[in-house]
């Protein structure tokens, strides 16, 4: 009996470290990246993007595409959220299938954090370069320390040609070029494989003796002392002086090999460029606002006032990068992602332009399945149902105006 239990626990064993090995190869594709599942309020009320351009929609490997655009620091930021005093330019992609040549913020390289500041509007810029074939959906994002990775808005994006072309090429600063995609690749191999086997030895000389409820039973029993054999010690011995001695021989061995090297840079920037928007001559005061579920259409009484020198008109709502646009004023050019562009979305009781010195106050609608398709909806069973956005306005010679909005947001069921 106590064999057969005892050869149960050596096939369990062995079983669960196959799980687990075979666990670590299986790696599915992911086609999206959850940014749906990201709290509404975290989409609404932290990074605004807006002015986003991606360069191209069919990009070879080995070429190179840019997202651009602006991101606006919402200046209510939710008290919940860590404040974006370290922030990192990013993209949301599955995995390695493009890599980052640069990203720039104000026109300034970033290629570590940067500290943003609330209120503030910036440019920015990533230049990405096609590795993987395959359509990706690609994001602008900025990670925030304690805050976590705020995903921008998303464009499928089709890398066409073979990996296996994609190449890397990189001078280091004492003057080779290498080629990142490939280098010292059988280094890497050779010590993972080592490190493997000197485990699996490690483990192969355990597993052979009596496993669990042997060694249970003897301890309780008052013979632990009898578990561990003279060889066992020098066996443990041999094993841990072995490792030490590797480690010690590796790294004399790489500091001669590569005299010089410098650890990776990860300071903090500091006052970044802000993008100066033009006066602000439009205010905006959101009298009410409400969320009708049945209708996926959310309702606004907003009060404008235009203090400029040119008749405006509403033109767009963009929130968590859902845009409503009323047509009549505005129209997409930049090819926006579909499923994100509620081209028709924005009603305006009365659109007729708001002349300079005039205040009115209208029912603004924005309505499109992606509150719900996009789960913007779910703000509604937030504590702290608030919403944000930006509103775009048009003036008579075509310049656009952004006026943010911040208010409290009531649901109705009816
Ligand atoms: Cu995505």
Partial sequence: MKIIKDKVAKLSFVAL?????AAMFYTPTASAHGEKSQAAFMRMRTIHWFDLNWSKEEVPVNDTMTISGKFYVFQGWPETVDKPEVAFLNVGIPGAVFIRQGSWIGGQLVPRSASLELGETYEFKVLLKARRPGDWHVHAMMNVQGGGPIIGPGKWTTITGSMKDFVNPVTTLTGDTVDLETYNLSNTYFWHGLWYLIGLAWLGYWIRKPLFIPRSIAVESGKAASLITSTDKKVGIAFTAGTIALVAWALAATNEKFPVT?????????????????A??????????????????MQMTL?????????????????????FLDPAVYEDQSNYPDDL?????LTVSDNSPLKPGQSRTVQVTASDAA?????????????????????????ESGNRQMVTVDAPLIPTFI
């Fill in 341 to 345: 562009l509620a081209e028709e979305g």
């Fill in 262 to 278: 410098t650890p990776l840079q990860a300071g903090l920037l500091r006052n970044m460029k802000t993008f100066e928007l033009p």
């Fill in 303 to 323: 009060t404008i006032t235009n203090n400029g020198d040119s008749a405006v008109r509403l033109g767009e709502f963009n929130t968590a990068g859902v845009r």
């Fill in 280 to 297: 602000r001559t439009i205010s905006v005061k959101v009298e009410d606002a409400t969320y009708r579920v049945p209708g996926r259409a």
């Fill in 371 to 395: 509150w719900e398709v996009y789960r913007l909806a779910d703000l509604i069973y937030d504590p702290d149902s608030r919403f944000a956005g930006l509103l775009f306005f048009s003036d």
């Fill in 17 to 21: 470290l196959i799980t687990i090995t």
